[in-house]
């Protein structure tokens, strides 16, 4: 069965350095996602992409986060100077379509935790 | 804006029913699911109910939908202690054709053996 894979599971950085976080999204599949889950908090939306541009961010998504479609697979959510509350699980989603098409099941990956020391 | 809410623990003898509640605010949800999250795993989608349906059934599992309380619930028949996990409820909320999820807080379903 196809299913989102990322990469780290679990990766561990410095405040102040930059990460990136990667997503290999179901093939076929042409929207993507990224949320956040803090330790004992709620699964959050941070960002949705569609036909290589940003469809819409929260207000968590500010300058230092950045995403980006590199190529055919991957999809690549980069955050740029990591500070102490970024610590987090990053889920990455996708779906082949939205719910007028009846196509809008999000497949989530199993997450990459991010620690940020 | 949106908000998901559900009570965050379930304590469930293994055979009995388990029923996570949740409960949600955008009326204009067209489609709600259950998601699945077991220990060190991502989220691993286990139904969904589209708004204009009041009930759903596959196998085990039985979503309720009550538009009018905006009311969700999940349940699962005959609990095994494999069901052990966190449940997630989400609404789908769309702001000009631009979708995302809104979580709930997660419900724990332990099992008693």
């Known amino acids: 069965e196809p299913e989102v894979t990322q990469t780290p599971s679990h990766q561990v950085t410095q405040m102040g350095q930059e990460v990136i976080l990667r997503c290999v999204p179901i093939?076929?599949?042409?929207?993507f996602y990224w949320y956040r889950q803090i330790l004992g908090q709620k699964v959050e939306f941070l960002v949705s992409f569609y036909n290589n541009e940003i469809s819409e961010k929260s207000e968590i998504f500010d300058d230092q986060f950045s995403v980006e479609r590199p190529d055919g697979s991957n999809f690549t959510l980069k955050i740029r100077s990591t500070k102490l509350e970024d610590s987090a699980m990053y889920f990455c989603?996708?779906?082949?379509?939205?719910?007028?098409?009846?196509?809008?099941?999000?497949?989530f990956g199993a997450g990459t935790r991010l620690s940020v020391l | 804006g949106e908000d998901v809410e559900q009570s965050l623990f379930l304590s469930v003898r293994e055979g009995d029913s388990s029923v996570i509640n949740c409960t949600y605010t955008?009326?204009?949800?067209?489609?709600l699911y259950w998601y699945k999250q077991e220990p060190g795993a991502g989220l691993q989608l286990l139904t969904y109910i589209f708004s204009n349906m009041d009930m759903k059934q596959d196998q085990r599992l039985t979503v309720l939908l009550n538009k009018k309380d905006k009311h969700l619930s999940l349940r699962i028949a005959d609990t095994q202690t494999g069901d052990s996990a966190i449940y997630f409820c989400?609404?789908?909320?769309?702001?000009?054709?631009?979708?995302?999820?809104?979580f709930g807080t997660g419900t724990r379903l332990t099992i008693i053996p």
């Open positions: 989400a609404e789908l909320s769309s702001n000009f054709g631009n979708e995302k999820l809104t």
């Open positions: 093939s076929n599949h042409l929207y």
């Open positions: 989603a996708s779906s082949d379509g939205v719910a007028r098409q009846a196509k809008n099941i999000q497949y």
């Open positions: 955008d009326s204009s949800s067209t489609y």
